[in-house]
């Protein structure tokens, strides 16, 4: 592996733990409000992921964002300040923590209704391939989302017209409290695909090589013509759904054996044994995980609230006043 | 090269003519449309290769080619985000809805996605999506056929909702609804698409949401829209034989209501009627009467009363449908109730 990229890695998955973290601080401040779903544990699927991406591909994305728009492009400063509502956010204050939005990154937001992420994507799919472009669109979705009717509508759309889509399912083994096995009877994400000829794999989601690796072919196969394909990246997350949630329908010992996997340490370890990163590099990361966290935080406290609540709801002034005709 | 499939020998409207039925003004606005920029894109159930449920869609599939007219399967929900998807990337999709019933499978597109994406976004996307969709009571299709969702649509902010019932205003507003860049819900009228009425395509259009006085009056406002214009305009007939002017306004647009046009009249005539297809309780009508009241108190000698379609569900039986809906009949009578000084 190039040092360079490993390093990236590092660094990307060192900065969601750590912003993740601050998040949840300053949700507990009361400085965040509404609903936050962190992602602590599954930051192999983003960063490996998204890593292989072109700076072109677009990426429709869930309400547990936050990663997915940093590696994406959009600066940790955007993303913290619109956590807190403020005018400087990557949605102006306007979208919050589930629905974060960047038109230059084609970062086409964060969608908190379960399921909608596949239509979304399947539509700039087809316009992808209506137009002749050779963009690929990211798709992601949890576990939970594949019992949506979207998922099966989209999948058989994306098959038919064989659009540029990569469905990249995050799955976390639960819909907020209810496990894999209680809410999908064939709990392997990747086999849905079948009836629909689309090619499925699984990836181990804590490995965030295998992930970068797995990505690089299925963006390989979509670019090429062959259409949509889909990765399942087998995961966890640490906490509850969102803060709301202390996760208590999972045993400690069930979170203890997935932590023994997890993925910034486990890529850390790998890398300073392959001679991939030194200890000082190490540090160096952590330091400015560390500072850009702060300022991210710094900068979303001294910033302003938007101030018009009437703003963009429509593009367009309304033209009124008919008459006699 | 002529097809095997009957409908591909079918042409688009063209013909430049001083009479268009509304299926062949609304084709001929999708055509011009089309012709006019490669973004416009038309989806939806039977729109390619059947040509469309009401023919609005004829000739274009041949014309335009697959990619730009395409044959949905039956998942509405998913085939209208796609069509936001698209609109979010530089498409200009029109998605057609079967009916307005089927629509209800959609809202999770129309509602939480397209009316909000711009705004929580905070201005960054827009969302030039056209949704068009049949409904109202036809002739007897039931319960779960005959429905009308304004309603529903009415209540979202971001969302604009017009209602044309001319071949003219079909024409002006479905071509108007393409060029904006928000979301606009096209709703048609099933019993409308093969009347005929005077068309000009020269002719300055009205803007999208401008109301229109389609008969002047001095007595008694009647407001209405799509089918309802007509039996209003009955009514009024059937009032002037009795010494009563009746103005009916045809509100062509309800999100945004073009309520100085209303206020306006009012002034003049002192009573307001509105003429509703839908259920009375909650609809459409109750947004206007209430809004009229607050914009226009001061002018109004009598209350703003509704004539509506029954709480009911649209029966099968056709005596029965009739009773469910409005006629000019139950115009007239509250007409006169109305305007009959109160001892």
Redesign the interface.
Known sequence: MQRELARQFLYDMMLARQFEQAAADQYQQGNIAGFLHLYPGEEAVAVGSLRAADAGDYVVSTYREHVHAMVKGITPRAVMAELFGKATGCSGGYGGSMHLFDREKRFLGGYAIVGETFPVAIGVGYWLRMTGQNDVVYCFFGDGAANQGTFHESLNMAALWKLPVLFICENNHYQIGTEIHRHTAVPEIWRHTTPYGIPGKRVDGMDVAAVYDATRDALAFVRAGNGPMLLECDTYRYRGHSMADSGAYRSALEVQELMARDPVRTFRERALAEGWIRETEIADIEKQVQETVADAVQFAEQSPDPDDVRKDVYAEPFRLYGGSR | MRSRHANLGHEPVTVRARELKVWEALNLALDEAMAADEAV?ILGEDVGLYGGSYRVTQGLYAKYGE??V?D??I?E???????????????R?IVEIMTVNFALLAL??II??AAK??????????V?LVVRMPGGVARQLAAQHSQRLEHTLLNV??L?VVVPGTPQDSYWQLTQAIE???PVIVLEHELLYNDSGPFDAEAEP?????????R?GRDLTLIAWHRMVGVALEAAETLAGEGIEAEVIDL?SLR?L????LV?SVEKTHHALVVEEDCRFAGAGAEIAASLHEAAFGALDAPVERVAGLDVPTPYNGLLEQASIPDAGAVVGTALRILTPRV
């Open positions: 894109f990619w730009r395409r949905t399967p998942s929900n998913s085939f209208t985000g796609l069509g936001v998807g698209a609109a979010l990337v530089g498409g999709p999770d597109a939480n996605m994406l711009r705004y929580m976004s905070g201005g960054q996307f827009t030039p902010p971001g604009r904006c860049d928000d009205l803007p999208l949401h401008a109301a229109a006085v389609r002047e062509r945004p073009d309520l100085p046009v306006k």
